[in-house]
Every structure is written in structure tokens, then in C-alpha cells.
């Protein structure tokens, strides 16, 4: 699935649905680094984070509870932006792209008054409100509900209560065993006094449930935790060294290495997720993300970068 929008990212964000996002990889003005408009749209500082937080706010109805957001940012902001971001977010990691190349290159020294900038910064957050126990409960039992359903009908058919379960059982498991919150699959010797209790209702087998459970949980469009994987990475770091894209004609000014948008993409989301990119500018992470299986959805106001962005995708 790939939706691409040419409109102002905060109204589609408006209309997309809570909780459908893996992942959102974004790349937002810098304010007022570049001579764009798109860079120039505020007339404070203040102003500028404003917006960006009402962004983050709807970035973060719309990621899933194991999501996670990649924002890049120049140092200038870097500091308030992942302040603003903490407000929302686990800031993971501030992550820093060290440029080998670049202007700094070419500055003359004797005439620094400060640092010269030679770095981007990448905010990487998680959601806030999900721990990522709560988060692998609320995922095994959404995976689960099959299972769930079917344990759930035999206790209506058998007019028990839970509580009467709890009693015969010994344990107070039956609100985890019958409930969607912190759902528990009985163990096997658990599961055997259910049967009996049941009068033989409980007709599936222990080792028939449990495979099924483990196939949900297994299933890897929907992992029970936050995918993250950085087996073999060479950025497993926080220090990224990467070479900036070089010039070429219709290059985004801004354009990110598709080295590092694929690293974002298959660090934190399996195959067959859905990557969110609110800015995509040029569309790396689109290329990214489709050259590497995941559905895409993309947002651009700017009419000419939209047009090369769905260019640059469809020749994927
Ligand atoms: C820093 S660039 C992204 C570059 C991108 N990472 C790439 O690799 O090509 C930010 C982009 O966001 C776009 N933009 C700015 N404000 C926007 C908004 N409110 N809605 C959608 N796009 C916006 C700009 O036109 C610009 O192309």
C-alpha cells in the first residue's frame, strides 16, 4: 500500500486512524536553516515549535503502542525539539549523524567565532503511555483473540462466573485467562482442571491452543514487542558516520542518505509494516520503505517535491 498526499501533513494527519502507524521516519523543517519557504513559515522560534508539537501530538495518535518516531532536526534546535518530543514520547536516543563531508570543508578557521556545524541530529522516541510490558500484553492479546474468544465462549456456555473459576481453580488467574487485559494463556495443568470444570466443553486441546497462540504471537506483521534489530548493524551506535547525498540535477536540497533511511526502516519495522513519512520531500523514505517491503504513506505541500518524490517511488 502506498497513499501519497500532496497537502499540508497536519490534515491528513487529521484524518488518519488512531493506533495504524509502525513507524514514522520524518525529516520536518529546520527553521530557518534553509532559504525555502518551507523553511520560513514561522516568525519565532516559539512559533516553529508550536506547529512542530501539534505534529508530534497527531505522530503519536496514530502510531501504534509498539511504534516508533524518527525525526531529524539541526543542532540549533535540536535541544528544544527533543524537549518538546520528551513531553510526548521515551526519547531513546538522541542520535548524532557525523558528516565526513560537507561545508565545513571548505570554512576558513581563523574566522570561526564558534563550532562549525557538521552534524544532523535524529531524535528516535517510543510511545510514552506503552511500556513495553504493556505493550507486549496489549499486542498478545489483540494477536490472540481467536483464542481468547473461544475460552471466553465456554465460560458463557457454562454459566460459571469468573469468580467461580477462581474459586475452583485455587488461583485468581480467571480475569487474565477470560479478559482481553493482560491475557494469559492458562498453563498446561491449569488448562486440564479448566476441562473438568467445564465438563468437557473445553474440547480443544492444550497443545492445539498453545500452537495457535504461538503462531499469533509469532506472526511477524504484528509483533508482540517493539521490532527493533540491529544484528550485524554497523550503526548500532549512536554516532553515525555517513557521507551527505552529492549534488545532482533535481536533488532535494535536504535530501537524506537512503543507506540511513533503509537502516531506520529495517531497524524498527518488519515487512508488510506501514512507515509514516509526515515531510518526505525527495521520498527517500518512501524508496526506502517500499524497496524493502513496507507499506508507505507520505505527505509533501510543495507541489514540484511532491511530484519528484511519487517520480522517484514509482520507479522503485
Ligand atoms: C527537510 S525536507 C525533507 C527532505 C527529505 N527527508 C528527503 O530525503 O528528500 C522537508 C520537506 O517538508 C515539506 N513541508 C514543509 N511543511 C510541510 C507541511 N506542513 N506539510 C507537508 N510537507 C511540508 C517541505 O516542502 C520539504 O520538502
Known amino acids: 500500500m502506498i497513499k501519497l498526499h500532496n497537502r499540508d501533513c497536519l490534515a491528513v ?13 520524518t525529516d520536518p523543517p529546520y527553521y530557518r536553516v534553509k532559504a525555502d519557504a518551507w523553511d520560513n513559515q514561522w516568525t519565532s522560534q516559539d512559533e516553529f515549535l508550536a506547529w512542530l508539537e501539534s505534529v508530534v501530538i497527531e505522530c503519536v495518535r496514530v502510531l501504534k503502542p509498539t511504534g516508533s518516531l524518527y525525526m531529524f532536526m539541526g543542532p540549533k534546535m535540536a535541544a528544544s525539539v527533543e524537549r518538546m518530543i520528551a513531553k510526548h514520547m521515551v526519547v531513546e536516543n538522541h542520535i548524532v549523524w557525523i558528516k565526513p563531508s560537507g561545508m565545513h570543508k571548505r570554512q576558513c578557521r581563523a574566522s570561526l567565532r564558534r563550532y562549525f556545524p557538521a552534524t544532523e541530529r535524529i531524535i528516535f522516541a517510543t510511545q510514552r503511555e506503552y511500556s513495553e510490558a504493556k ?60 476441562q473438568q470444570l467445564f465438563n468437557g466443553r473445553l474440547t480443544r486441546s492444550y497443545s492445539d ?10 506472526d511477524a506483521t504484528k509483533p508482540a514487542k517493539r521490532h527493533f534489530d540491529l544484528d550485524g548493524r554497523e550503526w548500532f551506535t549512536d554516532a553515525w558516520v555517513c557521507q551527505p547525498v552529492q549534488y ?11 543507506s540511513m533511511m533503509k537502516h531506520i526502516v ?21 524508496v526506502a520503505s517500499i524497496r ?10 510543495e507541489k514540484a517535491n511532491f511530484d ?3 517520480a522517484r517511488m514509482a520507479a522503485v
Not at 156 to 162: D, Y
Not at 174 to 189: D, K, V
Not at 248 to 258: D, Q, R, S
Not at 292 to 301: A, K, T, V, W
Open 266 to 286: 529495517t531497524a524498527s519495522t518488519v515487512p508488510g509494516s506501514v512507515v509514516l513519512d509526515p515531510f518526505m520531500g525527495g521520498g527517500t523514505t518512501g
Open 135 to 194: 505493550a507486549q500484553h496489549a499486542a498478545i492479546a489483540e494477536a490472540c483473540e481467536p483464542v481468547i474468544s473461544y475460552l471466553r465462549d465456554v465460560l458463557a456456555g457454562s454459566g460459571l462466573s469468573q469468580s467461580d473459576v477462581d474459586r475452583a481453580i485455587g488461583v485468581q488467574m480467571a480475569g487474565h485467562w477470560f479478559g482481553r487485559s493482560q491475557w494469559r494463556l492458562p498453563t498446561e495443568g491449569q488448562y486440564k482442571q479448566l
Open 292 to 301: 524493502n517491503g513496507r507499506s508507505f504513506i507520505g505527505c509533501e505541500m
Open 209 to 218: 491452543v498453545k500452537t495457535q497462540c504461538d503462531a499469533l504471537v509469532n
Open 13 to 25: 494527519l487529521a484524518e488518519m486512524e488512531t493506533n495504524s502507524v509502525d513507524l514514522v521516519a
Open 308 to 310: 519528484a518524490a511519487k
Open 248 to 258: 545532482y540535477p533535481g536533488k532535494h536540497p535536504c535530501e537524506k542518505p537512503l
